[in-house]
């Protein structure tokens, strides 16, 4: 299959996205893997009250899943997602020698992640945006056409909404309820992770069916 061909299966703009989108988010599996060590973690937590049983048992449920995809030889990209931010939560939780950092690097991820979506918003280069360059071909040429720029606008503002909700609610359970608060920030990781985002991805979708946006291959 030619470059222009495998650039041009989608008809429209918002066809092209969507696919592109589920791609992204992994399918069911791709959500449970996302999900599974942190569950182990918090319920390890629960059942012990010990830092170190508990993330023992979240790393080795992570690279438990990532050997798993790698017998079945299919994309691991998924679990090593999971299994970096577990990683990394560990170290800080293991450094500090409270329970509770293990849930720190996500807030920071998604408080981070805002504020890159919410300036790419302002200076009119949206994130989303870059999706269209990977289906055209050209990576920027997109901007040239405005309501393609508005767009992407839109669905970058969904795409951030769920990574404000989190830090919202997540940051002052962490500020103010310290140690006691691990199994709560557990639930709270779980229930507002892939739940929340599926359904800023609803809503995308949503957004994305309303338009008929023609699909323009890049000019060699």
């Known amino acids: 299959m030619s470059t222009t061909e495998g650039n041009t299966a989608h008809a429209t ?3 092209a996205m969507r696919s592109q989108l589920a791609k992204a988010f992994g399918g069911v599996r791709g959500v449970i893997e996302a999900a599974v060590p942190t569950i182990a973690f918090t319920v390890m937590w629960i059942v012990t009250s010990e830092l170190k049983p508990s ?4 790393v080795s449920t992570a690279v438990a899943l990532l050997i798993v995809r790698l017998l079945q030889r299919s994309t691991p990209q998924f679990v090593v997602n999971s299994l970096i931010g577990i990683g990394i ?3 800080f939780a293991s450094r500090t020698g409270e329970a509770k950092d293990v849930f720190l690097p996500g807030i920071l991820y998604n408080a981070g992640y805002a504020v890159a979506m919410l300036l790419s918003i302002v200076v009119r280069w949206p994130v989303v945006g870059f999706l269209i360059g990977s289906v055209t071909g050209d990576p920027t040429a997109w901007r ?5 720029v508005r767009l992407c606008s839109r669905l970058t503002w969904m795409l951030m909404l769920p990574c404000v909700i989190r830090v919202a609610v997540q940051f002052p359970v962490y500020v103010i309820g310290g ?5 709560e920030l557990g639930i709270l990781k779980i229930v507002m992770g892939w739940p929340l985002q599926i359904a800023g991805l609803a809503a995308m979708v949503w957004l994305l069916a309303r338009g008929r946006t023609p699909v323009r291959p890049a000019v060699p």
């Open 179 to 183: 140690n006691d608060a691990v199994a």
């Open 89 to 91: 939560g560990a170290f």
């Open 13 to 15: 703009v918002e066809a």
């Open 55 to 58: 993330l023992i048992v979240s």
């Open 144 to 148: 040239g056409d405005p309501d393609i």
